[in-house]
């Protein structure tokens, strides 16, 4: 009988500004779903969902933190325990990549030096898609971990969510 895969509890916050897709994007890793209609998560909204990884087993408790404005305040204390995040921002509007480095600053003072990845999302919207590669290959070259992600078709969103699981549980 092979032994039982030892099990991890990891906390991570979804963090990004207004209307760029973090609830989406949890909809789609943890439900498989996406929805055109717009919802303003309100505080926080909590999701679960357990993934194996390297066998392991890893319950994700998946914080959807309300959208960040540019003059908003993270709350210390929705971000705390936490031991990643994931930075959203969207490819069709390059100010909320400079929100986005500005809340990743934000979340390090809290939590110190945790796992992230900064998803870049609506990568569907190819028409739309204002950021630059340049300021991407900037963000890789400090050592970010940037990835392109759509919720609407799934792009990546896996890949996302288990890498950053990955990371977790190889931080201990």
Not at 88 to 114: C, F, M, N
């Amino acid at each position: 009988m092979a032994p039982s895969p030892r099990v991890f509890h990891k906390k991570i916050c979804i963090v990004g500004e207004f209307s760029v897709g973090k609830t989406s994007l949890i909809a789609r890793y943890v439900h498989s779903i996406f929805s055109e209609k717009y919802h303003t998560t309100i505080g926080v909204k909590i999701d679960k969902k357990q993934c194996l990884v390297d066998n392991f087993l890893v319950n994700l408790v998946i914080w959807d933190i309300a959208g960040e404005s540019p003059l908003g305040t993270l709350k210390p204390a929705q971000i705390l325990g936490a031991s990643g995040f994931l930075l959203v921002a969207d490819g069709t509007r390059p100010e909320t990549l400079d929100s986005a480095i500005t809340l990743h600053q934000k979340v390090t003072d809290i939590l110190g030096s945790v796992p992230f990845i900064l998803a870049l999302n609506k990568a569907d919207l190819t028409e739309e898609w204002r950021v630059n590669t340049d300021m991407i290959e900037k963000l890789c070259q400090k050592g970010w971990d940037v990835r392109l992600s759509s919720a609407k078709t799934a792009q990546g969103v896996e890949e996302m969510f288990l890498d950053l699981a990955r990371r977790l549980i190889q931080n201990g």
